[in-house]
Antibody, heavy 119, light 104 residues
């Protein structure tokens, strides 16, 4: 059974660094043609894509956030970590990780983890 | 590169809902569609323009013609009320539509 679970702080202060972890089970992060993306949904707004890591380790980022985001994977621990530096209240959102299954696109999603940026 | 969706679509129960997604190069690539209800994880409902994952009802279908793709829900039910998003790839980056709120 494929599952993804997001974890991280619920509250972070402005200018701090946010670190979120996606823990996966039921598949291997080193399997060919699989990847992991992070999305977020600010309150009352649309979902938006943030970053992606391919099975070969290649990374891709939302252009507007490229300078603040880092995505990395640890296949041995079945983790994918998203780091966002210099957070701002506008980064308040529910953050989701999702599996990219190749031709089927994003076939499994985590339940999301809420993050509030406030002093 | 952007994907444009109508902000909202409203249908009566039993009617057909059509949600469109427009983008410059959509005819050259595949689109997938996602259903998202408040407080829940998004769900893949269509991939490769028109294929349904297992477990997705047959009333969900998709099409792609030129620069516009569409998600069609036939015999719409109250349970289908949700936000729907289209997605495509631009090289190695994900392009996500702005979402359409379907009201039933």
């Amino acid at each position: 059974q494929v599952t993804l679970k997001e974890s991280g702080p619920v509250l972070v202060k402005p200018t701090e660094t946010l670190t979120l972890t996606c823990t996966v089970s039921g598949f291997s992060l080193s399997s060919g043609n699989l990847g992991i993306s992070w999305f977020r949904q600010p309150p009352g707004k649309a979902l938006e894509w943030l970053a992606h890591v391919f099975s070969n380790g290649e990374e891709s980022y939302r252009t507007s956030l490229k300078n603040r985001l880092t995505i990395s994977k640890d296949s041995s621990k079945s983790h994918v970590v998203l780091t966002m530096t210099n957070v701002d209240p506008v980064d308040t959102a529910t953050y989701y990780c999702t599996r990219w299954g190749g031709a089927v696109d994003f076939d499994y999603w985590g339940q999301g983890t809420p993050v509030t940026v406030s002093s | 590169y952007e994907l444009t969706q109508p902000p909202s679509v409203s249908v009566s129960p039993g009617q057909t809902a059509i949600i469109t997604c427009s983008g410059e190069s959509l005819g050259d690539q595949y689109t997938s569609w996602y259903q998202h209800k408040p407080g829940q994880a998004p769900i893949l409902v269509i991939y490769q323009d028109s294929k349904r994952p297992s477990g997705i009802p047959e009333r969900f279908s998709g099409s792609n013609s030129g620069s516009t793709t569409a998600l069609t829900i036939s015999g719409t039910q109250a349970v289908d009320e949700a936000d729907y998003y289209c997605l495509a790839w631009d090289s190695t980056s994900v392009v996500f539509g702005g979402g359409t709120k379907l009201t039933v």
